[in-house]
Every structure is written in C-alpha cells, then in structure tokens.
C-alpha cells in the first residue's frame, strides 16, 4: 500500500470511527430519556363523582404519566375483575406496566415498582387515608402502600407520614 493509500484509509477509518461514536451517543441518550411505560401509562377507572380520585389522577399527571380515565358509576365489576379483595378496596383501580393499583398510592412508590418489577400483582392503600395523594387536607396520617401478592396476601411495600 502506498502511503497516500494508507493516509485515505485512515481517514475513512477515522470518520467511520467518530460516526460510529457520535450514533452511539444519540441512541444511548434517547434510550435513556425513555420513561419505564409508553402509551397511556396509567389506565384509571373511577366514579364520575369522586374529587379525590381526580386530585390523584392530577397527582399522576403531574409525575410525568399519561392517564386514561374510564368513569364507571359502578366499580364493583372492575374490582372483581382485577381481583381486588373487598378489605384492600379504595374508591379508585388502575392499571400500569401490567400492575393493578388500588387507591391513593404515591406516584413516586409506583415508579419504584415498575423500575424494580416485582412478582407482584400490584400495590394498594386500603379505605382514603388523610394526607396521601388526592386526599389532601389539614393533617396527613400515616399509611402503608402493600404489595399484593399473586396469592392475595399482602407486605408493606412502603410507609408514608410514620
């Protein structure tokens, strides 16, 4: 090869090289930017009457996820068909990344589930405790989100306001 050969293949070589990098950049970085769920993250079904269940869908919101909300006068058939147990009920259910979310659970501890993926069915906060997302007020109670299992036992999966 002759040495002006050999200069031209360097500098193809060199180009390749910093194309190759600069493409590696662009789709690690939009990679990166990507949120856990796509689409309509949360799927929420609701009575039509409910404030607090439309303060946590603001809540939701404003934590950076796409809500679609179905109001249903009746939730009794949505409860039952997600398998949520009578004394794990809330006024809301909802759906997101293949989990089912009963109640005023905090945004941040349903990112923490959907980033660690847990073989769970979903996460609860039973009843309308004071002070948890939507149900703002004068004081804030403290509460447990549980994690339900698939055989319908629960854990604590966190606290709030201890």
């Given at each position: ?14 180009l ?7 493409s ?13 769920v ?25 934590n950076g996820?796409s ?36 109640g ?23 009843g ?18 549980l ?6 036992k ?9």
């Amino acid at each position: 090869m002759t040495k002006k050969q050999t200069k031209k293949s360097n500098k193809s070589l060199t180009l390749t090289t910093l194309l190759l990098v600069i493409s590696t950049l662009v789709i690690g970085t939009l990679l990166l930017n990507q949120k856990t769920v796509e689409a309509a993250d949360v799927v929420v079904y609701k009575s039509p009457t409910c404030g607090c269940c439309s303060k946590w869908v603001d809540h939701m919101r404003d934590n950076g996820f796409s809500v679609e909300v179905h109001d249903r006068r009746n939730m009794n058939p949505i409860k039952s068909e997600m398998g949520i147990p009578r004394h794990l009920q809330s006024c809301h259910t909802a759906m997101v990344g293949g989990y089912v979310i009963e109640g005023h659970v905090p945004a941040s501890e349903i990112v923490r589930m959907l980033r660690q993926k847990p073989s769970i069915k979903g996460l609860a906060v039973p009843g309308m405790p004071m002070g948890s997302p939507g149900m703002e007020g004068p004081r804030s109670d403290p509460y447990d989100i549980l994690s339900i299992q698939h055989d319908g036992k629960t854990r604590v999966f966190a606290s709030k306001n201890q």
